[in-house]
């Protein structure tokens, strides 16, 4: 097996860990996939977020207001350079809030966001996070009447309410 299929296999492996963990809500591991410094995050409808620190502060936010996420990652691209690694993928992400006041699940919602991950190699060989960046894909309503001028529509949010 060449050195750059293994390369290529361990970042798929370091990108399919680190949303395992999220999945989880397990903060810690999450946190171990990351550099130590220089990091960044961009949120889906979140400004840019510099530093470990803020960063791990961003996920535990999401965590803690987030009883159920799963991710189902189609798409998924990867290219190594050197010591320098790129993960494009679609997180098809199926989430739900807290536990309603009787004891029920809280409402489902379903989104798809374009994420790009940027792994670094490090001095022991193993692939961490530097950088995440998630889009939403913007997808229009499938109750929208075709017949609606373009001004009195609503802006597609790309996340679907389930059930």
């Known amino acids: 097996m060449s050195g750059a ?3 290529i296999e361990a970042v798929a492996a370091a990108n399919t860990a680190l949303y395992d963990a999220l999945e989880q809500g397990d903060l810690d591991a999450m946190a171990e996939h990351w550099l130590d410094e220089d990091v960044s995050v961009v ?3 979140w400004p840019v977020i510099n530093g470990r620190g803020e960063v791990i502060r961003s996920y535990a936010l999401i965590m ?3 009883e159920y996420i799963q991710f ?4 998924v ?3 190594v350079l050197g010591d320098t690694a790129l993960v494009t993928c679609t997180e098809n992400i199926l989430s739900g809030g807290p536990t309603e006041a009787d004891g029920t699940t809280g409402p489902l919602v379903g989104g798809l966001v374009v994420a790009t991950n940027v792994f ?3 001095h022991d060989g193993t692939w961490k996070i530097w950088s995440h960046h998630g889009s939403p894909v913007l997808i229009g309503r499938e109750d929208e ?3 609606t001028p373009d001004d ?4 597609p949010t790309g996340l679907t309410e389930i059930g």
């Open 5 to 7: 299929r293994t390369d």
């Open 43 to 45: 949120h889906p409808g």
């Open 64 to 66: 803690a207001n987030t």
């Open 72 to 75: 189902v990652l189609t798409d």
């Open 77 to 79: 691209e990867v290219s």
């Open 120 to 122: 670094r190699r490090t």
């Open 145 to 147: 009447d075709p017949d």
């Open 152 to 155: 009195e529509e609503d802006p």
